[in-house]
C-alpha cells in the first residue's frame, strides 16, 4: 500500500515539473490532439478500458437472454445458475474496469491540466514585460480559471468517448445474430443522432467563444477596480466605473443566457435521443417477437441492447459537447501561446530572435529578462526564422558590455547619463520620460548606446545583471517582507537594513507586527501607496545594480518622506549610476545633472538652479511653492524631515 502511494506521488509530481513539450499552436483542435499524443501510453490503456466497460455492460442483456431461454425457459436449473454466475462474474469485472478506466482517465486530464498549465505560466514567464502590452490580465487569468480545466475535461472523449462507439459496433454485431432490421437500425440510427446534435453543438462554439472573450474582459475591469480602487475613491470615479461595470455585467449575463439555452438543447438531445432510440428499437423488436420471428429471451436481449445503448449514445452527445467548448478554450490558449515579446532590433536581435528571449518579473529588481530560457521552459514552436550563415553569425555575435563604468546614450532623446552620477529627468508627460528608461534598459528596440556599443549588441544577460530598470509600478509578490525585498539573491540582515533605511522604510518594518517577517500581501495590498513604492526602492537598493534606472520613486509621498527619500538615495549611490524621472524639486535638487524634456527630447540640462534660472517652462513645471526668485528654503524643511522619519 505504501509502495503504490509513493508511486502516485511520483507521477503526479513528473506531472508537475516534468518538461510540457512544444505544443501544436496551428489551431485548438491540433492543441487537443497534442495533448493526448503526449501521453500515448495512458491514451490508449484509457481508451481500452473505456471500451471494455461499455462492453461488458453491453454483454449483460446477451447472459441474460441466455439465462432465459437456456435455464428459465426448458426449467434447466444447472444451466441457470451457470448463466447466473456469468452474469454476477460480469457484473464484479464491469465494476474492476470502471474503477481503472476512471483512475486512468483521471490522470488522462490530470497531465493535460498540469501540461497547460506550465504552458501557460511558462509564456507568461517568457513574455515578461511586454505581458501587459500584448494581452489583459482578465485574458490570463480566465485562462488559468476556467479554460485550463475545459481542455482538460474535453479529454473524456479518449476513454468513454471511444467506448462508446466500440460498443454501439459490439452491441450492433450482437443484433445482426438476432435480426438484421434491428442491426440496420442502430448502425443507422447512430449517424442520424449525429446529424441532430450537429447544428447545436456549432451554435453552442460560437455562443462560448463570444461569453469567454467578454469573460476575459470582465475579469480585466475586477482586477482594474479592486487595484485602483483607493484611488477611484480619490478623484470621485468610483461610480463610473461601477456603471461600466455593471454594464458588462448585464451583459455577459444575457450572453451567458444564450450559452444555456444552447446547451439545455445539448443536454435535452443527450437525453431525448437515447430514450427515443430505445423505443423505437423495443416497439421494432416486439412486433418481430409479436410475428414469431423472435423468441422472449431474444426480445428480452434486444431490449437489454438497446437500454445498454442509452449510456453510449449519452457519452457521445456529451463528448460532443466537451469537445465543442474544450476547442474553444484551446483556441483561447492557443492565442497567447501564439504571443512574442516585443522584438529587439539590432544585430543582437538577429542572432537571437524574440522567441528564444525570456522576460520575467522578479522579486529582486522589477522586471528582468534572461537571454534565453531555462532549460525546463517550455518552448513555443514558432514559424522557422531566416537562417543566418556562419560568417554572419559571426559578424553579428553579441558584444560584451563595457568592462567599466560607462556612459549610457539615448540619441533619440539626447539623454546622455554619466557614469558614477546622479541623473535626473524632468518632463511634463511621464510616458516621455519613461520611455527614455525603456530604452536605456533596452525593454524596447532603439539605437542606444552604453560605452559608445549599441545596447542591442551586447548579450542580453550581461545588460540584465548589471542595469536595472526599477519601475514604480512593479509586481509586488507574496510573501514576508524580507522575501520581498532580497528577491533571489540571499542579502545579509546588514545589507536588508540598510537598503530599508536608504528607503526610509524603517516606520513600515516597525509598523508590521513581525517586522522583515511580516506576510505581505500580493501586490502589497495591505500596504498603502506610500509604502508600497518605498518597499520598490528598498529592493531595488538591495539589488545595488552597477545601473539603476529608476522611474517616478518619490511620486507617492508626501513633501517629508520625499526630501529623506532624495538625501540618502543620493548618499546610498554615491560613485554609482543612477537615473531618476521625476518633477519633484527636492529629488530634482540633489541631482548632478537634470535633463529637461520637452516632447520627448532634451530641451535644456544643467544643475536644478540653473535651470530654475534659465527655463521658464522647467520653472513652471517643477516649482511647487518656490519663492518668487527660484530657489526654495530647504534646510529647515530637509532637517524636519529626517527627524520625523528617524
Not at 534606472?549 to 526630501?563: G, K, M, N, Q, R
Request: aromatic content about 4%; charged content about 20%; proline content about 5%.
Amino acid at each position: 500500500m505504501i509502495l503504490r502511494r509513493q508511486g502516485r506521488t511520483r507521477d503526479l509530481a513528473h506531472l508537475a515539473y516534468a518538461d510540457p513539450g512544444v505544443p501544436d499552436c496551428r489551431g485548438g483542435a491540433r492543441y487537443l490532439w497534442w495533448l493526448v499524443s503526449r501521453q500515448p501510453g495512458r491514451s490508449a490503456t484509457g481508451a481500452l478500458l473505456g471500451s471494455a466497460w461499455m462492453v461488458l455492460m453491453a454483454l449483460a442483456p446477451y447472459l441474460l437472454s441466455r439465462a432465459i431461454d437456456d435455464g428459465l425457459a426448458p426449467a434447466d436449473r444447472a444451466a441457470l445458475a451457470r448463466w447466473c454466475a456469468a452474469l454476477l462474474g460480469l457484473g464484479v469485472c464491469t465494476a474492476v474496469v470502471g474503477v481503472l478506466r476512471h483512475r486512468t482517465m483521471t490522470r488522462i486530464r490530470m497531465d493535460a491540466n498540469f501540461r497547460t498549465v506550465k504552458l501557460v505560466v511558462g509564456q507568461s514567464t517568457r513574455l515578461g514585460a511586454g505581458l501587459s502590452r500584448l494581452t489583459g490580465t482578465g485574458e490570463v487569468v480566465t485562462i488559468g480559471v476556467g479554460d485550463v480545466l475545459t481542455i482538460s475535461q474535453s479529454l473524456t472523449v479518449v476513454g468513454p468517448g471511444v467506448g462508446a462507439v466500440v460498443a454501439c459496433a459490439v452491441v450492433a454485431g450482437l443484433l445482426l445474430s438476432v435480426s438484421l432490421p434491428l442491426a440496420a437500425v442502430v448502425l443507422l440510427g447512430m449517424p442520424v443522432m449525429v446529424l441532430l446534435v450537429g447544428p447545436p453543438m456549432g451554435r453552442l462554439r460560437g455562443a462560448e467563444t463570444e461569453y469567454r472573450e467578454r469573460q476575459g474582459v470582465l475579469t480585466a475591469r475586477i482586477g482594474d477596480l479592486a487595484g485602483g480602487l483607493r484611488v477611484l475613491n480619490g478623484f470621485g470615479g468610483k461610480g463610473l466605473f461601477a456603471d461600466a461595470f455593471r454594464r458588462d455585467s448585464r451583459r455577459l449575463r444575457e450572453q451567458g443566457y444564450r450559452v444555456g439555452s444552447v446547451t439545455s438543447w445539448i443536454q435535452a438531445l443527450g437525453a431525448g435521443l437515447p430514450t427515443v432510440f430505445l423505443a423505437v428499437v423495443t416497439w421494432l423488436a416486439a412486433r418481430l417477437a409479436a410475428q414469431g420471428s423472435l423468441t422472449v429471451g431474444e426480445l428480452v436481449s434486444v431490449y437489454g441492447y438497446a437500454a445498454a445503448l442509452v449510456a453510449p449514445i449519452g457519452f457521445l452527445v456529451e463528448c460532443g459537447h466537451h469537445i465543442s467548448r474544450g476547442v474553444v478554450a484551446a483556441r483561447r490558449v492557443v492565442r497567447f501561446l501564439a504571443l512574442e515579446p516585443p522584438a529587439m532590433d539590432g544585430p543582437a536581435a538577429a542572432v537571437h530572435p524574440p522567441a528564444a528571449t525570456t522576460q520575467a518579473s522578479t522579486t529582486d529588481g522589477t522586471t528582468d529578462t534572461a537571454a534565453h530560457a531555462p532549460a525546463d521552459a517550455p518552448t513555443i514552436s514558432a514559424p522557422d526564422a531566416p537562417a543566418i550563415s556562419s560568417a554572419d553569425a559571426q559578424a553579428l555575435s553579441p558584444a560584451d558590455a563595457p568592462a567599466e563604468p560607462s556612459a549610457l546614450h539615448d540619441p533619440q532623446s539626447g539623454v546622455r547619463v554619466v557614469p558614477g552620477a546622479l541623473t535626473a529627468l524632468a518632463g511634463a508627460r511621464p510616458a516621455e520620460s519613461a520611455a527614455v528608461v525603456d530604452r536605456l534598459g533596452r525593454y524596447t528596440g532603439s539605437a542606444a548606446t552604453w560605452g559608445g556599443v549599441r545596447l542591442d549588441a551586447i548579450a542580453l544577460a550581461q545588460v540584465r545583471e548589471r542595469i536595472l530598470v526599477a519601475d514604480n509600478e512593479a509586481d509586488l509578490f507574496a510573501g514576508t517582507l524580507r522575501d520581498l525585498l532580497r528577491g533571489r539573491r540571499d542579502h545579509g540582515e546588514d545589507a536588508v537594513r540598510r537598503a530599508v533605511h536608504a528607503a526610509v522604510a524603517d516606520d513600515i518594518v516597525l509598523g508590521l507586527p513581525d517586522g522583515l517577517d511580516s506576510p505581505v500581501d500580493a501586490q502589497g495590498r495591505s500596504l498603502s501607496g506610500g509604502q508600497r513604492q518605498r518597499v520598490r526602492l528598498a529592493r531595488a537598493l538591495l539589488a545595488d545594480p552597477e545601473v539603476l534606472l529608476a522611474v517616478e520613486p518619490t511620486s507617492a509621498l508626501d513633501a517629508h518622506t520625499e526630501a529623506a527619500v532624495a538625501a540618502r538615495l543620493r548618499a546610498a549611490r554615491t560613485g554609482r549610476t543612477t537615473l531618476v524621472t521625476s518633477t519633484s524639486p527636492l529629488v530634482l535638487d540633489r541631482a548632478d545633472t537634470v535633463y529637461y524634456l520637452v516632447d520627448g527630447k532634451v530641451a535644456a540640462r544643467g544643475s536644478h538652479r540653473e535651470l530654475l534660472g534659465t527655463e521658464p517652462g522647467y520653472r513652471a513645471l517643477v516649482a511647487r511653492d518656490a519663492d518668487p526668485d527660484g530657489t526654495r528654503a530647504r534646510g529647515s524643511a530637509e532637517h524636519d524631515a529626517e527627524e520625523a522619519v528617524r
